[in-house]
Each structure stands twice: as C-alpha cells, then as structure tokens.
C-alpha cells in the first residue's frame, strides 16, 4: 500500500531549507570555533606542560616493565606463586593500615562535629545574623578548598612528624567540606516546625535542638559516612609528607625500589578501600531505608 | 486563666503501650551505638599520640607561623609562580581531556545497553574500579619512576586516576541513555557504529561534557596536590617554599591557588550553565 507523502511546493520548499541550512551552518560554525578554541588551550598546555611524546614513547615500555618489575619476587619468580613471601610485612603494614583508618576515623569525627557546630549559622533560614553566617561560610571555604595535604605539611611542621598533624589535616578539611554539605541539608528543612516551637517561646537553641534536628540527623550521619569514605583514600597519602598511616611505607617502598612491597602495599590499599566503600555504602542504605520505612 | 485539664497518664498508657514501653534494644541501641563511637575516638586519640601538651606547643606554634604569613609576599619569585601556576592549570587541562578521550571507548564495553554480555562488562568494571581505588598521588609516584620528574608525570597521573572515574561516569551516562533513538537508527538499516554515532552520542555528549568541565575544575585542585611529590607545577612550589620556612611565600602561593580554583570555577559553572542550556533548546 503506498501512501502519498504531501510535498511543499518548491519554492517554499526552497525558503525552508535555506533557512534549516542557515541554522544549521550556524551551529557548525560555533563548534568549530569551540573545538579551534579547545585545541588552541590543550596546545598551549602541552606546551607549558612539558610534554614530550618521544619521552612517553621511550618510556612507555617502561611504564609496563614497572608493573612487570612490581608484579616479580626478588627471586624472580611471580608474586602470587609465594603469598607469605610478598607478604612478608603484613604484621607492620596492617597495623599501618589500622593506624590509616584510625586516622580518618578521628579526624572525620572531629570534622563532623566543628561541622555540626558551625553548620546551623552558615544556614540561610537559621543563621542568627547576616554578618555571623558571611564569615562562617568563608571560613568553611578556605578549609575545603585549600587541600588536607597542604595542611599536612603546614601541620607537620607545628605539631611534629606523626600522625597527629594528619588528623588534624583531615578534620579541617572535613570541617569545610561537611559544614557545606551539613547547611545545604538545614536549608531544605521544613521551616514550620520551627515556628511552632518558637511561638512557644523557646530560644534560638531550642528551636535548633527540637525542631531542626530530628529532621537532618540522618542527612548528617549519611554524609558523615560519605566523608568517612573519602577520607581513608586521604589518609592513605597523609604519610608521603610525614603525617602517619600506611603512606610512609608505601614512599618508602617506591622510593627505594622495594619492588614487590610497592604491589602489597598497593593491593592491601585498594582491597581495604573496596571493603569500607562496601560496608558504608550498606550501612547508609540501611540508615535511609529506616527513614523511608517510618 | 483557664486551667487546661490534667491529661490522664493511666489511661494513655494502657491505650498505646507500645508509645511508651519501647523495646529494650531500641532504648538502647542510640546511646549503645554512640558510646562505642566514642570508645573508638578516645582509642584514637591514644593509639595515634594525642597528648594536650603537644595540641598546646602546636598551636602555639601554628598560631607563631600564622603571624609570619602576613602579609603575603612572593618576594622576587613572583613571574616563577605564575609560570608554575600556569603549569598547574596546563597538567589539570591536559590530564582531565586525555582521561576523557580514553575513557569514552571503554566506557561503552561497560555499558549494559552495549555490551549485555557479563563476560565483558564486568572485567572492565572490576578494572575501572580498581584504578579508582588509587589515589592521584599514587599515581604520580608511579609515574615519576617512568618518565622522571615535572609535570609530565603529573599529566600522566591526572590522566590515569580520571579514567577510572571517567569511565564508570560515562557509561552510567550511556546506560541512562534513551533506547528509542537508537532503535530508530537501527530501524532505518544503520550498523552498530551508526547506532552509536548517530543514536547514542547526540543524547550523552552534553552529560559528558558536563562531567569533563566539573572534572578540570576539581583537577585543578589535584594538581596542585600532586606537585609535592614532584610532579610540577604550583604545589612543588609551594612544598619547596614550606620545608625551607618561608611563610610569606607560603600564604601568597595558598592564595594563589585559591583565586585560581574560584576562577576556574566560575568560568566551567558558566560553560557548564551554556552546554546544557543548549541542550535544553535543542
């Protein structure tokens, strides 16, 4: 069955497609001169990057027989022919690790809680003044985003090498990051409750503690976990500049060329922040789906 | 004054017993779940050399080295800085566009709706996750092993630890594509590549897009991270300049970089803004 397909007549047809080609052109001419402008900027930094492809290619075979080299025993034969022997430090790396986690476990609660603390005046509908809420935000901005690592060196250098400069490191940056995440929760809570408690006469505290509270804990305790999270990664590098935790073995390894620890240490690293992104990633499933639940 | 009349407890308790008689391992559980939390902490503190006198000469100290701060100054250094931060801005654009254009073909093998074989996806999966699982910095190390110290490494680091990330981004981009597009390029007699071209792309560039401009701007931060191990750029400076005490240059360096990270945050939100406004048109 064939059905007639209406045709315009060709002069209008004409106009339509000129202007579909004029629009069309138009756009083209824009990603082409987005793409130049793109390919102009990634040239200028190869530039001032340094980069030398005959370098990449010279040293590619390299980047492969490293993970050869780091994959071999000193007695040439394959890591996971001989576990204990490509383990032989586990003793002291997993006290290291315990030592990593126990870092990022202080230091996330110490963040949390100076994030808790400041959180409710960096809030737009809680802040009891506009000039408390403008310097606590800034205040939280400059420790998010100056990185945990450039604290590390400044703390390591007050507080002395160890990993005490590491948590440190850590809670301030946990304090910016959370405290921003911590309002932007206060500032989606319901308003009304407040009122009520406040047409009761309560104070400012008060309203915080029986009407905001009970709505954004469990934000809270989500994020705090997400932050938990990311901060085991954090403190896994806390030790290349001096501040505790299983990176200082780990520079030690790479720096002396200790082949098959670099690979130990990596894996023991990454299977350790598999298991915690796991066991959060169930445990804040469990916390909201109790709050769904009710 | 009206009295309100006293409400009766006995009669509400046998009403709703369960309001007031709770389980108790529910009574329990909070202040049982925050003493262990704390029994944890003060463990810490213990385990990782918490003494109040050592907080005290800290802080004291830190409080010292803030005074030496001010004001910011760069003394004679300051053209080497702005080359240096230039490097930084270079090894983030570089290693986040590298990343992308890698990723992208990989990202379809870990695509469900492209690949439904498990055989394939999962490997690739499992691979991307474990790039992931190591951090930047690590990266670098390795990479100063392979072609020597400067930013090249940092580049190669960048680019190495944003393809795990690109990679499981991308393809959960292309994952909540639209089938129908697709099954209209196949309708019409287009091969599998067509499909993908003309089918997928249009639908996931925009999103991806997105994500590769949000990416330079938190590389910028990276970037400058990974110049303490050795890697180039603004953080070698700055690392140099806090092992040798220089405070002034120390706090000029840090403001630096965190005018430098607001610009190119204001500057990708905008793109950002434009690309899916466009998208919203077309």
Not at chain 1, 49 to 60: D, G, S
Not at chain 2, 193 to 198: D, K, P, S, V, Y
Not at chain 2, 253 to 260: D, E, K, T, V
């Amino acid at each position: 069955m064939a059905t007639a397909i209406s045709i315009l007549p060709a002069q209008q047809l004409a106009v339509l497609n000129d202007a579909y080609r004029k629009a069309v052109a138009r756009k083209r001419l824009k990603m082409t001169i987005a793409a130049a402008v793109f390919c102009a900027a990634l040239l200028i930094a190869a530039i001032g990057a340094e980069v030398n492809l005959r370098t990449l290619f010279t040293y590619f075979g390299n980047f492969i027989s490293y993970f050869d080299r780091i994959l071999t025993l000193d007695s040439g034969a394959r890591v996971w022919t001989d576990p204990a022997e490509w383990f032989w430090g586990w003793k002291k790396w997993l006290r290291m690790l315990g030592e990593t986690l126990l870092i990022s476990y202080v230091g996330t609660l110490i963040g949390a809680v100076f994030a808790f603390a400041l959180n409710f005046f960096a809030a737009q509908n809680t802040s009891p003044s506009r000039w408390l809420r403008f310097t606590v935000r800034r205040l939280l901005e400059f420790a998010r985003t100056v990185p945990g690592i450039v604290f590390a060196l400044i703390f390591v250098i007050a507080f002395g090498l160890g990993p005490m400069a590491g948590v440190l490191a850590i809670a301030i940056h946990s304090t910016g990051a959370l405290g921003k995440l911590f309002a932007e929760i206060v500032e989606n809570a319901d308003m009304k409750p407040v009122e009520g408690i406040r047409s009761t006469g309560a104070s400012w505290l008060s309203c915080m503690r029986f009407a905001v509270l009970p709505q954004v804990v469990t934000g809270y305790a989500s994020y705090a976990l997400l932050r938990f999270e990311v901060n085991v990664r954090e403190a896994s590098v806390m030790g290349f500049v001096g501040a505790g935790g299983i990176g200082q073995e780990f520079v030690v390894a790479i720096r002396k060329f200790y082949y098959s620890d670099v690979s130990a240490i990596l894996v023991t690293i990454i299977v350790t922040v598999f298991i915690i992104d796991i066991s959060t990633g169930w445990l804040r499933a469990r916390l909201f789906g109790k709050e769904t639940r009710r | 004054m009206s009295q309100l009349p006293k409400p009766d407890t006995e009669l509400l308790r046998s009403k709703y017993p369960d309001v007031f008689a709770r389980p108790a391992s529910a009574r329990l559980a909070m202040p049982a779940t925050i003493a262990a939390a704390l029994a944890i902490f003060v463990f810490g503190l213990v385990d990782l050399d918490f003494s109040p006198s050592k907080l005290i000469s800290g802080v004291s100290q830190l409080g010292w080295i803030t005074m030496m701060m001010i004001p910011p100054n760069p003394g004679a250094s300051f053209p080497l800085y702005m080359q240096a931060l230039g490097e930084t801005l270079s090894i983030a654009l570089l290693g986040t566009t590298l990343a992308a254009i890698l990723a992208l073909p990989v990202s379809l093998l870990a695509a469900r709706n492209i690949i439904p074989s498990n055989l394939i996806r999962f490997p690739v999966r499992r691979f991307l996750d474990s790039i992931r699982g190591v951090d930047t910095l690590i990266w670098a190390l390795v990479w100063i092993n392979v072609v020597g110290l400067g930013p090249f490494a940092g580049v190669l680091a960048i680019m190495v630890s944003d393809f795990g990330a690109f990679g499981k981004l991308f393809s959960e981009a292309i994952e909540g594509a639209d089938r129908k597009q697709v099954e209209g390029i196949r309708a019409s007699g287009g091969s599998v590549l067509h499909e993908i071209r003309f089918g997928l792309l249009p639908q996931v560039l925009p999103v991806i897009a997105g994500q590769v401009l949000y990416f330079i701007e938190s590389n910028t931060r990276s970037a400058t991270i990974i110049g303490i191990v050795g890697a180039g750029g603004i953080g070698l400076q700055l690392a140099e300049q806090i092992r040798v005490l220089e405070w002034q240059k120390v706090s000029f360096l840090i403001l630096m970089i965190l005018i430098a990270v607001a610009a190119i945050d204001f500057i990708s939100s905008k793109l950002r803004f434009a690309i899916i406004g466009q998208r919203a048109v077309a």
